[in-house]
């Protein structure tokens, strides 16, 4: 899936906050760099905010299964293609302990 912006280098990131540092504007330093003035003000209120200018990370939802348990449960269904999901899960629960839906 392709990205829905463009992403700013952390080189520019650096400039944009040394710009800043020396006193310019909002929208002389997007000027300079050639960047909007409102991804300048971002780049620099996230500075602000958390003295970095690197992108936080996006936390997703946990895995449910480990790949240890994910390639057990492609070892059971190489070896049988026709273990139906309900007795591949009881299985799989009786080995891991772990509560699973089908």
């Known amino acids: 899936m392709a990205r829905r912006y463009k992403v700013t280098a952390n080189s520019i990131r650096n ?4 710009h800043s540092k020396d006193g310019k504007s909002i929208i002389t330093v997007g000027k300079l760099v050639q960047i909007s003035h409102s991804t300048v003000f971002a780049i620099i209120k996230r ?11 996006k936390s997703g ?5 480990t790949p240890r348990n ?3 449960i492609m070892h059971k269904i190489k070896k049988n293609p026709k273990l139906s999901a309900v007795k591949l899960t009881a299985e799989l629960e009786k080995k891991i302990c772990n ?3 089908p």
């Not at 400039?15 to 040394?18: F, R």
């Not at 500075?47 to 990370?57: G, V």
């Not at 939802?61 to 299964?65: F, G, M, R, Y």
């Open 15 to 18: 400039l944009i906050i040394e």
């Open 47 to 57: 500075w602000k905010l958390r003295n970095e200018i690197e992108n936080a990370l």
């Open 61 to 65: 939802a946990p895995h449910k299964l």
């Open 70 to 72: 994910r390639s057990f």
């Open 99 to 101: 509560k699973s839906k």
